[in-house]
């Protein structure tokens, strides 16, 4: 009788351990499945890409993006992921990719009131594919002549001295024979709208950038097709009874001078950024100094100008 009460309790302490050790294998089992489902929830992803971008260590935030991006594609975790991308590539150099990060979150998030700020990053990136030494469907690479000048290879490919200069980190004009350097071949316009007060840069008659200026007070800029005719850096200001020196603060020309086909009218930069988007030249348009210098080493002379009511 002792030996089978004996036997009954090994059988019972057997099953008890066997159900603890299948509780342990099943609780074991469902952690880590909730574990890994946290893991890869929106607000997971982008913390972690985050921390890992905060540490320096932008491949796993990468990754950690591009989970988030293709699992959760708009969360709006997703939308500040990809902004955090785009400043990852950028900061990178890849400014191909840093520009398709921020195309994205205007292309998922139409609504958001994030869209402007993607646009103007957009943009930026426009400025500085142009600018990189990266080749692209809009650039050659140029094999330097004998006989060759920065001159003479800007008027090969109508673009500017200054453009080729700073695409290729020039700190010179001496070129040498065999050298190799990035030229664009991009035909650009510019089309000023006076009412919004916006000028927009063209590549190939598609919008690459939007700046706010100034036009004319009394609706005094004129309207329709121009030419650049002339380039100065620097201008002084011709005005009734005086020449009034480039670098006086009277003079609010500015930093550069594009002549437009009207006599008396151009784009130029201003002594008051302040006046920006406002309807209050004499009738040319004022841009800001650090924007009209960039219009100016990108634009050549025969560009055309647009400008609409």
Not at 108 to 131: D, G
Request: hydrophobic share 35%; with cysteine; net charge positive.
């Amino acid at each position: 009788m002792k030996k089978k009460v004996l036997i009954t309790l090994a059988v019972i302490l057997l099953c008890l351990a066997g159900i603890f050790l299948i509780y342990k294998a099943i609780h074991s089992d469902v952690s880590k499945s909730i574990g890994k489902i946290g893991a890869n929830n929106p607000s997971s992803l982008l913390h972690e890409a985050e921390t890992s971008s905060a540490r320096g260590d932008d491949e796993t935030a990468i990754k950690s993006l591009a989970s988030l991006a293709s699992q959760y594609p708009t969360a709006p975790q997703t939308e500040l992921g990809l902004f955090l991308l785009g400043s990852i590539y950028e900061k990178k150099g890849d400014f191909s990719r840093a520009k398709e990060a921020y195309q994205r979150v205007i292309e998922k998030f139409p609504s958001s009131n994030n869209v402007a700020r993607a646009q103007e990053a957009v943009e930026n990136m426009n400025i500085k594919i142009l600018f990189s030494p990266a080749v692209t469907d809009n650039s050659v690479i140029y094999k330097v002549q004998k006989g060759d000048s920065l001159k003479k290879i800007s008027q090969k490919y109508n673009t500017t001295i200054e453009f080729i200069s700073k695409i290729n980190n020039l700190k010179t004009s001496t070129i040498l024979v065999g050298q190799e350097l990035k030229v664009p071949t991009v035909k650009f316009s510019i089309v000023v709208d006076k009412s919004q007060c916006i000028l927009t840069l063209k590549a190939d008659g598609k919008p690459i950038k939007t700046y706010r200026v100034s036009t004319g007070l009394n609706n005094s800029t004129p309207v329709g097709a121009f030419k650049i005719v002339n380039k100065v850096p620097n201008p002084p200001w011709y005005t009734a009874g005086a020449v009034i020196p480039a670098g006086s603060p009277k003079n609010i020309l500015g930093s550069r001078w594009l002549g437009i086909s009207r006599r008396g009218y151009g784009i130029h930069g201003t002594t008051d950024p302040g006046s920006i988007g406002k309807n209050v030249t004499a009738g040319c348009v004022r841009m800001r100094n650090t924007e009209v210098e960039e219009l100016y080493t990108i634009v050549p002379e025969g560009t055309e100008v647009v400008i609409i009511d």
